[in-house]
């Protein structure tokens, strides 16, 4: 199941079990989408895989007891911010092959 963790890693921006904003990798990193478009290129510090939207967790009790009242998001903050430098030296080699190619 889906941590959905508060917070982008690079600039700490909150990121609710409802934001539209939340991307991740398929190792659950998460991060914003201005960090990731406008920082990171797509490309994930942690593995070099690309990101997705985050899907949204159902607030409400539709079906089966799953929702957030029952599996509620992560509150563990990780704010691991990138060594940009570090990033664009990893990232140069594989920015121009597309994310489900890497």
Not at 91 to 99: C, E, N
């Amino acid at each position: 199941m889906l941590e959905l963790r508060p917070t982008c890693e690079q600039c700490n921006k909150s990121l609710p079990p409802n934001s539209r904003e939340a991307r991740i990798c398929s190792y659950e990193c998460t991060f914003c989408a201005a960090c990731v478009e406008q920082v990171l290129g797509n490309v994930c510090p942690n593995c070099g895989g690309g990101f997705a939207p985050r899907p949204i967790r159902p607030s409400n009790n539709w079906k089966g007891d799953n929702f957030l009242g029952k599996d509620p998001a992560n509150t563990t903050v990780k704010h691991r911010p990138v060594d940009l430098a570090a990033h664009e030296s990893f990232a140069a080699a594989i920015r121009a092959i597309p994310p489900e190619k890497r």
